[in-house]
């Protein structure tokens, strides 16, 4: 069992409420409660703590906890807010929710600023869902989807964490470095969540998802909303909150609905609650997509940061439903970072053994706790990985691929062992019959063999050969090498080559040999220039960095006279 501190927040009916913020006072350490209402919080010391509980709509609650031992566990329940407010009545001043827009509206690139640059801790899950899925889509036989498919056609498609270290330069320069990725039953592959299309925030004047939507802070946002003042509120350290009602005024432009929440006399933003439909988007199979963002005062740093998101989207299409959850954790900013040689044209990067990370390791520093479907998907879904890797499944798929048919013999051949990750294949010699006027009809048959040194298949060596005979010029000519790749990060690759070969003049083969078969064989037209060389050459390739790929090589060839 890990330390920390544990336990369940409820509303004072006992629901679960998900999404939770927990942190610490000094805001040092900080979770978020999963779909069912469970928390943990990763404190290694024992002693005193006070911890924050912060929730949109509900009141902020602090508690203290003296620890004594590890496991602790604190339930909290959490009263809906109360506000000052039951009912707005617009009189024949201003309506008092426009003019606390006017203000959030003026203070945006103020505000914005502030955010203008920044490294992060980030951690996202992202999940989704198919119900009643049918059988077949357009006469084509779905399955079970690799075993996500429950016996009511319904289940989860998609499960995957990340843990990323961010940076942030405003406007549009953005890195991420993923320290560890999980993908449910696949213990291969990297998840598809990204913190640079995750980074949303409504300081600026649109959000871009698919389309440009409209913030409600934007500057333009009166000629798109109409807004209500719901009621106010004080958080936990006196600083009133005022609970806004967006309401689009005309509800399939590109706009949101919902809630804002604008703290007084700052007017930053404390949290949104929003939703948008397909029309905004322009996205016809996602039905609605809701924004919550949850932000927390920074007393080293004087204003609000964002310290949670999620984004809940429901979908149909093709007769399948479903719904899904991103979810995003954003910890230990630094406002002031040192950024000099941060970007390039990388945006993305893989630290090593990213997606080869322990359940141990994701116990360790999960901020948000699995749920039990969850936790039930991971374990069913690795299990039937082990079978799918296992030698007794991989030889039983490989005899059903590796039969040899009498087409075969026309269309090439490939043999596969995937349990040891090895390949062999000879090409068509069908497909690899030409016509020129140097060798007349001739036909060209490629062999390989390919050994993969790793799960990943970012390693690799190989063997590989090509056989081709002229009928017209009764000559057989040979030629083949060897080549390995020794990494996935700078992706080196050596190759040996050497034989015999007719290789056209210009050596970017810029004629197309089926199109002068076509021209030579109907036209008498002949395109394709020929010569015969004698050669051995060692090549060497590798990324010297990103957008730059070094090539050489060394060589010797001889042209031969035969042509």
């Not at 009545?89 to 509206?105: C, E, H, L, W, Y």
């Not at 959000?207 to 936990?236: C, M, Q, R, T, W």
């Not at 596969?416 to 140097?438: C, D, E, M, W």
């Not at 010297?544 to 006279?561: A, I, K, M, T």
């Amino acid at each position: 069992m890990f330390s920390q501190i544990q336990g369940k927040v409820t509303d004072v009916e006992n629901q679960p409420l998900p999404y939770v913020n927990i942190y610490t006072e000094d805001g040092t350490k900080g979770t978020t409660t999963n779909e069912d209402g469970f928390y943990e919080l990763k404190i290694s010391q024992a002693g005193k703590y006070n911890l924050v509980f912060q929730f949109l709509g509900y009141e902020t609650l602090r508690r203290e906890i003296d620890i004594a031992e590890f496991p602790s566990r604190l339930d909290v329940k959490l009263k809906a807010e109360t506000t000052s407010l039951d009912e707005v009545t617009v009189t024949s001043g201003d309506n008092p929710a426009n003019k606390i827009m006017r203000n959030a509206i003026a203070s945006r690139e103020k505000n914005l600023e502030k955010i203008k640059q920044y490294t992060a801790d980030y951690y996202s899950r992202g999940l989704w869902r198919m119900q009643n899925v049918p059988e077949r889509i357009l006469g084509q036989e779905v399955g079970d989807l690799g075993g996500n498919l429950d016996s009511t056609r319904s289940g989860i498609i998609y499960l995957s964490e990340t843990i990323s270290e961010i940076a942030f330069r405003a406007p549009n320069d953005f890195k991420e470095k993923i320290i560890a990725s999980k993908v449910s039953g696949n213990d291969n592959g990297f998840s598809l969540n990204s913190a640079q299309e995750s980074n949303f925030t409504f300081y600026n004047n649109t959000v871009n998802i698919n389309a440009e939507i409209v913030s409600p802070v934007a500057d333009y946002g009166f000629n798109y909303y109409d807004y209500k003042l719901e009621g106010v509120f004080y958080d936990d350290n006196g600083k009133l909150i005022n609970k806004v009602r967006v309401t689009p005024k005309r509800p399939k432009d590109r706009v949101f609905s919902g809630l804002i929440y604008i703290v007084e006399d700052s007017w930053e933003i404390y949290g949104v609650d929003l939703n948008t439909i397909s029309e905004a988007l322009q996205f016809p199979p996602i039905e609605v997509l809701t924004f919550r963002q949850n932000f927390k005062y920074s007393e080293e740093n004087k204003f609000w940061v964002k310290i949670s998101q999620t984004v809940d989207f429901s979908f149909d299409m093709f007769g399948i439903s479903g719904d899904g959850r991103f979810t995003a954790v954003y910890s230990d900013y630094d406002f002031s970072p040192q950024l000099q040689n941060t970007f390039s044209r990388e945006v993305l990067s893989f630290a090593e053994a990213a997606n080869k990370k322990d359940s141990l390791y994701w116990q360790t520093v999960r901020p948000v706790p699995l749920t039990t479907e969850e936790i039930e998907d991971y374990v069913r879904k690795d299990s039937i990985q082990v079978v799918r890797k296992s030698k007794t499944y991989l030889d039983s798929v490989d005899a059903v691929k590796n039969k040899f048919g009498l087409t075969d013999v026309l269309f090439g051949y490939n043999y596969s062992n995937s349990y040891k990750r090895q390949y062999f294949n000879i090409g068509s010699p069908l497909f690899g019959t030409h016509f020129n006027t140097v060798q007349g009809w001739n036909s060209t048959v490629n062999i390989g063999f390919r050994k993969e040194l790793d799960e990943n298949y970012s390693k690799y060596w190989r063997l590989f050969s090509s056989v081709n005979y002229g009928f017209s010029d009764d000559r057989l000519r040979i030629s083949g090498g060897f080549q390995q790749k020794f990494n996935n990060i700078s992706k080196p690759i050596l190759t040996v080559s050497g034989g015999v070969e007719a290789v056209q003049i210009n050596d970017t083969q810029p004629i197309s040999e089926r199109i002068n078969d076509i021209s030579t064989l109907l036209f008498e037209r002949n395109y394709l220039k020929l010569y015969e060389r004698r050669f051995a050459e060692v090549a060497w390739q590798q990324d010297v960095f990103v957008g730059f790929r070094l090539f050489s090589d060394l060589s010797y060839q001889e042209r031969l006279p035969h042509f």
